[in-house]
């Protein structure tokens, strides 16, 4: 069994020619989680909605940072998606986890990310942060009443943040089929309640991945400039006209993640 992340399903996207499909290799058993990503502000920045965030980039090209946990992970993704269907350009600040995006976020360090429900809710409730906006299709069961994306100025937008748990294709049919209860059942005594429970069958998760994410990704997103020196957390971003000075030519997020040595 292999438990992974959406990252499992863009990598080719990311890479090139891998030594494996991974939709031809391999067979999803269940999904452990499944749901939106949360666009999220630092109160210090004057918007608080969807429209007016699409405003104020558009205003000031380039000068808005948005955090994410790595280059190529999901909240890089989905918020470069997000932004490139917006028609807007910010500046990619990414940091080696969540741990230390959120951060960030809360410090004023970056201006905006796409993260889970479960890494900023708290911070919201206290007042820390700003959720604007989820990433689905559909309303999250979990915010109700937070409208999505495509219902704000981004019509068809649809992205999500899953981890599931598959085996090789070869697995016979009603062995995939058992592990899948045993997992399913196993998730209703000891999940979350932020995890989302309407994708539990094998069939119900693969559609589900080819849908949300192959063909979401690479070819519909617009480079977005990205910071040479990523800060360690609790320094500042560089100024816009630092970035401008340094990177002047910079049209794609090859930086190195935050901490890494040169």
């Known amino acids: 069994l292999l438990i992974v992340s959406v990252g499992f399903a863009t990598a080719e996207l990311l890479y090139g020619k891998l030594a494996y499909d991974p939709f031809?290799?391999?067979?999803?058993?269940?999904?452990?989680?499944?749901?939106?990503?949360?666009?999220t502000v630092n109160p210090a920045v004057p918007v608080k909605s969807v429209k007016e965030l699409i405003?104020?980039?558009?205003?000031?090209?380039?000068?808005?940072?948005?955090?994410?946990?790595?280059?190529?992970s999901p909240s890089h993704l989905v918020a470069a998606y997000f932004y490139s269907a917006a028609g807007v350009q910010l500046t990619h600040i990414p940091y080696k986890a969540v741990a230390q995006s959120v951060p960030a976020l809360l410090a004023g360090d970056i201006d905006v990310m796409c993260v889970?429900?479960?890494?900023?809710?708290?911070?919201a409730k206290a007042g820390k942060v700003?959720?604007?906006?989820?990433?689905?299709?559909?309303?999250?069961?979990h915010a109700p009443g937070m409208p999505t994306l495509a219902e704000l100025g981004v019509p068809g937008f649809d992205a999500s943040i899953w981890q599931g748990v598959f085996t090789m294709t070869r697995t016979p049919p009603d062995i995939v089929a058992r592990l899948n209860r045993e997992v399913v059942a196993a998730l209703g005594t000891?999940?979350?309640?932020?995890?989302?429970?309407?994708?539990?069958?094998?069939?119900?998760?693969?559609?589900?991945?080819?849908r949300r994410d192959a063909v979401r990704s690479s070819p519909r997103i617009a480079p977005q400039p990205s910071a040479i020196t990523v800060p360690s957390p609790g320094q500042r971003a560089?100024?816009?006209?630092?970035?401008?000075?340094?990177?002047?030519?910079?049209?794609?997020t090859t930086t190195r993640s935050a901490g890494s040595s040169p």
């Open 116 to 123: 889970g429900l479960a890494s900023v809710a708290a911070h």
């Open 55 to 72: 405003a104020h980039a558009r205003a000031l090209p380039g000068e808005l940072r948005y955090g994410s946990s790595g280059n190529g």
């Open 238 to 252: 560089p100024s816009a006209a630092a970035r401008s000075s340094a990177a002047s030519s910079a049209t794609t």
């Open 190 to 210: 000891t999940c979350p309640p932020t995890r989302s429970t309407s994708i539990t069958t094998p069939e119900a998760s693969a559609a589900s991945i080819s």
């Open 24 to 39: 031809r290799d391999f067979a999803p058993v269940a999904m452990l989680t499944h749901g939106p990503a949360i666009l």
């Open 130 to 141: 700003r959720m604007i906006g989820v990433s689905t299709a559909q309303r999250s069961n």
